[in-house]
């Protein structure tokens, strides 16, 4: 909890400026550091739940996070 809280406290405050840094690009042709910078967001929404509701990593009457396969590369 403390790893997720201490993602979710750096990146909440600067989001703003986040999102309009990566709205400057197409997700075809973002930059490798930028793409990183979406990627570290897209985890910003995924902990956010569990920071702000259940106060607990894992969220109680949702899906294990085992059961999501990647079936794909994640890069454009």
Known sequence: MDE???LYNALLPRLEEILAYLDQFSLEEMPQ????L???TLSLAEV???VELFH???VTGG???ARFVV???LNP
């Open 56 to 58: 607990e990593p894992k």
């Open 33 to 36: 550091d930028a793409l990183r």
């Open 71 to 73: 079936t794909r590369d």
């Open 4 to 6: 997720i809280s201490a």
């Open 38 to 40: 979406l990627f570290l």
């Open 63 to 65: 899906c294990d996070p």
């Open 48 to 50: 956010s739940i569990g």
